[in-house]
C-alpha cells in the first residue's frame, strides 16, 4: 500500500499544482529542521517533500494517480523512469557516498539572525522596562506571499533536468566510464524555473520593510547582553522561516555613578572640617533623596556603602549596593582668622610639630583601591 501522498500534504485528489504549492509551503515553513529540530519532525518533513517531488511532478503525479509510486526506489510497478531514477541513484551513493541530499534543493531556506543596538540608561538596567523600537528587516512578499512567481504566473519544472535540479554526465577516465552529478546550471539546482519573477520582490520572496517591535528589557541587564526574539529576524529565500532578533543592550554613561558589575560607585568630596565633625550629604539615588551619613572622623579614601541600592541581579533576587567614596578637602587660602584658629587647634592637639609616621610604598592609593573592591 502505497503512501497517499496527497493525505500528507492535506489536498484533494483533484487539487491544482497551485493548492499543492501553497500546502507544501505552508508544512514545509511549520517542520522545516531548522525551526523544528525534533526527530519526529523531521521525519515528517521528509514524507511531505517526498509527497511533494511527486505531486509537484507532472510525469511522477501522472505514475502516482494511476496507482505507482515514483518515490520508491522499486518503482510500484509503474515502471517508467521513476524506478529507473531510483535504482540509478543507488548506485550512484554506493560509489560516491552521496546518500544524503538527493533532489532538488528547496527555494525556501531560513532567514539570518538580526542585530539591533538598543541604548539605555542606567535606571533602566537597574529596573527594568520595555521599549518599542524599529526594526528594518526582510518580511515574507505580500505580492507573491514568497513564491517569487509575478501573480498569475507559477513556476514550471526546469526542462534541462525535469526536476532532479542535478544533471548527469558521463566521463571517461582511465578507470572507464564514470558517471558524475552537478547541480542544474539552467535552475541551480532548483528543480524549477521561474519564468516571470514577482515584480515586487524580484523572485526573492521577500522584501524589506520597517516593523515596530515592543521589547521588554529585564532588570539588571549590563553592557553588551543580548536578548533574543525568536522568528523576529530576517525572513528566509523563498519566504523561508525567519531567523532570530538579537536586542544588544548598550548603557548611556551616568553622570554620577560608575556600574561595576552590579555594584555603583561614586565619590563625594567633603571639607575637612565635615569629615572631621561628621555629616550628612544629600545624594539623588536611583531610588530618590537619600542622606549619606559621614561619620565623625572619616578619612580621606573611606567608603560608605548603601545595601540594595545597586543594580538588580539579573538571577536571583537581590540587588548590589551603593558605594560612595570619600574625598576630603584641604583648605588652600586661609583667611587670617582661619588660620588662627587652625593654630589654635594645631597647638591644642599637641600637632604643631608633627613628626609623621612613614609606612612603604603608596599608602593612601593602596587603601582607596581596596576599598573600591571590598566595598569599604
Ligand atoms: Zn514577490
Ligand atoms: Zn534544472
Known amino acids: 500500500m502505497a503512501t497517499d501522498y496527497y493525505a500528507v500534504l492535506g489536498v484533494q485528489r483533484d487539487a491544482s499544482q497551485d493548492e499543492i504549492k501553497k500546502a507544501f509551503r505552508r508544512l514545509a515553513r511549520e517542520l522545516h529542521p531548522d525551526v523544528n529540530p525534533d ?5 515528517r518533513f521528509k514524507e511531505i517533500n517526498t509527497a511533494y517531488e511527486v505531486l509537484s511532478d507532472p510525469q511522477k503525479k501522472q505514475v502516482y494517480d494511476l496507482g505507482g509510486d515514483p518515490a520508491s526506489g ?13 535504482n540509478f541513484s543507488d548506485i550512484m551513493d554506493a560509489f560516491f557516498g552521496t546518500a544524503s541530499q538527493r533532489g532538488p534543493r528547496s527555494r525556501t531556506r531560513r532567514g539570518q539572525d538580526a542585530m539591533i543596538r538598543l541604548d539605555i540608561e542606567l535606571d533602566e538596567a537597574a529596573f527594568g522596562t520595555t ?5 528594518d528587516t526582510a518580511v515574507v512578499c505580500g505580492t507573491c506571499s514568497g513564491e517569487g512567481a509575478a501573480p498569475g504566473t507559477s513556476a514550471q519544472t526546469c526542462d534541462m533536468c525535469r526536476g532532479r535540479g542535478e544533471v ?24 524549477t524555473v521561474v519564468p516571470t519573477p514577482c515584480p515586487e520582490c524580484a523572485g526573492d520572496g521577500r522584501v524589506r520593510s520597517r516593523r515596530s517591535l515592543t521589547v521588554k528589557i529585564p532588570a539588571g541587564v549590563d553592557n553588551g547582553t543580548r536578548i533574543q526574539l525568536a522568528g523576529e529576524g530576517e525572513v528566509g529565500p523563498g519566504g523561508g522561516p525567519a531567523g532570530d532578533l538579537y536586542v544588544e ?8 555613578f560608575q556600574r561595576r558589575g552590579d555594584d555603583l560607585h561614586c565619590t563625594v568630596t567633603i571639607p575637612m572640617t565635615a569629615a572631621s565633625l561628621g555629616t550628612k550629604v544629600p545624594l539623588e539615588t ?3 533623596m537619600e542622606e549619606i551619613d559621614i561619620r565623625p572622623g572619616t578619612q580621606s579614601g573611606q567608603s560608605v556603602p548603601l545595601h540594595e541600592r545597586g543594580i538588580t541581579h539579573l ?26 584658629l587652625l593654630r589654635r587647634l594645631a597647638k591644642l592637639r599637641g600637632e604643631e610639630r608633627p613628626t609623621g609616621t612613614f609606612q612603604p610604598g603608596q599608602q593612601g592609593l593602596f587603601s582607596r583601591l581596596k576599598d573600591a573592591f571590598n566595598g569599604r
Do not use: Y
Open 39 to 43: 526527530p519526529k519532525t523531521q521525519e
Open 74 to 86: 522499486a518503482g510500484g510497478g509503474a515502471g517508467g523512469f521513476g524506478a529507473g531514477f531510483g
Open 131 to 135: 521599549k518599542d523600537i524599529q526594526v
Open 168 to 191: 548527469s554526465q558521463v566521463t571517461r577516465s582511465f578507470l572507464g566510464q564514470v558517471m558524475t552529478s552537478r547541480p542544474c546550471p539552467q535552475c541551480q539546482g532548483f528543480g
Open 249 to 256: 543592550i548598550h548603557e548611556n554613561p551616568h553622570p554620577t
Open 286 to 288: 536611583l531610588d530618590g
Open 315 to 340: 538571577r536571583g533576587g537581590g540587588r548590589g549596593q551603593l558605594i560612595v567614596h570619600v574625598e576630603v578637602t584641604t583648605p588652600t587660602k586661609l583667611e587670617p582668622e582661619q588660620e588662627e
